[in-house]
């Protein structure tokens, strides 16, 4: 009788088909928010390069949070990132599979046992901080030829502007903008989840 009782607790921790479907929902919710977030600041020209994908992370965030606190298991945090990659890698950003990876890896070991509100969302703030500094990573370690190689997306010109912009001035403004960014991101992520979900468990709006 015991050890059955160990194993169901056991059990609780062990991934299901059901965790597996439910993180695949809530990434594909965080990615079709933040690709229309990137969209739109795309559109803000020079500013965009500065904000990176921290205004991403505000909409990013929520689902990550949301998922996080549901499922509680682990791996749970390093497959939302690494299915976020496999969907860029769709798009031809394929590269995103490596920093994804870094990101997934460091925000599940801050994460620890998923009770904590405050691992949570310095877990998310943390990847998505990662993710944002992939852009002026990839263009000063590649440079604009070898950049347009690796990411078909981007034309020559796009990609001599990105590097001649990203001086190191620049990049300690967009540094400090997407450290405020993904913490706002944890925060509002936070938010969401127990003011929108937490309080409802009997009646979970997911």
């Not at 059901?18 to 559109?43: E, H, N, P, R, Y």
């Not at 998922?67 to 939302?80: D, G, L, R, Y």
């Amino acid at each position: 009788m015991k050890l059955i009782k160990n194993w169901n607790l056991g059990g609780k921790f062990i991934m299901k088909l059901k965790d597996i479907i439910q993180i695949t929902v809530f990434t594909v919710i965080a990615f079709v928010l933040g690709m229309a977030v990137s969209m739109g600041t795309g559109m803000l020209g020079t500013v965009s390069l500065y904000v990176a994908s921290g205004f991403s992370a505000l909409v990013i965030a929520p689902p990550f949070v949301v998922m996080a606190k549901k499922v509680k298991k682990k791996p749970s945090a390093f497959i939302f990132f690494m299915l976020l990659s496999v969907f860029w890698s769709l798009m031809g950003y394929w590269p995103m599979l490596i920093i994804n990876l870094v990101a997934g890896i460091v925000a599940e070991l801050i994460i620890g046992n998923y009770e904590s509100d405050k691992r949570v969302a310095v877990a998310i703030a943390t990847g998505v901080f990662i993710i944002s500094m992939h852009a002026m990573t990839f263009v000063k370690v590649l440079g604009p030829e070898k950049l347009v190689e690796v990411f078909t997306v981007f034309s020559p010109e796009q990609a001599q502007y990105m590097y001649t912009f990203f001086t190191p001035k620049a990049m300690l403004i967009s540094i400090i903008v997407n450290i405020v960014l993904v913490t706002l991101a944890g925060l509002f992520g936070m938010y969401i989840n127990n003011k929108f979900f937490e309080k409802r468990k009997e009646k979970g709006i997911l």
